[in-house]
């Protein structure tokens, strides 16, 4: 059994940072991708950015320079740099990373979500 456990979404005023974790832990041989996703009120889930190796990164063009995707993978953690946070970034954000487990068998899984709400 494999699962991420997601930490540091709150509440933050505009033009602030916060730092979202996700940490993959079980039966773990290794882990292809990760990312993190966002679902705000009445819109549909979207890509915010995924990290394919410790060097290849993606973001959606309404974060680029404004986030950062990093990875540990000694600790098979991921982390979401947000700085100069926007209203229109208050989602809840997930994490989720394409892991191979011990049996050799390849699985999506996802966090359980924390919430960012970006509010003055």
């Known amino acids: 059994q494999v699962q991420l456990v997601e930490s540091g979404g709150g509440l933050v005023q505009p033009g602030g940072s916060l730092r979202l974790s996700c940490a993959a832990s079980?039966?773990?041989?290794?882990?292809?991708?990760m990312g993190w996703y966002r679902q705000a009120p009445g819109k549909q889930r979207e890509l915010v950015a995924v990290?394919?190796?410790?060097?290849?990164?993606n973001y959606v063009d309404s974060v680029k320079g404004r986030f950062t995707i990093s990875r540990d993978n000694a600790r098979n953690t991921v982390y979401l740099q947000m700085n100069s946070l926007k209203p229109e970034d208050t989602a809840v954000y997930y994490c989720?990373?394409?892991?191979?487990?011990?049996?050799?068998?390849?699985?999506?899984?996802w966090g359980q979500g924390t919430l960012v709400t970006v509010s003055s």
């Open positions: 989720n990373a394409e892991v191979v487990n011990t049996a050799r068998s390849i699985l999506s899984i």
């Open positions: 990290i394919r190796s410790s060097t290849t990164t």
């Open positions: 079980g039966s773990i041989f290794g882990i292809n991708h």
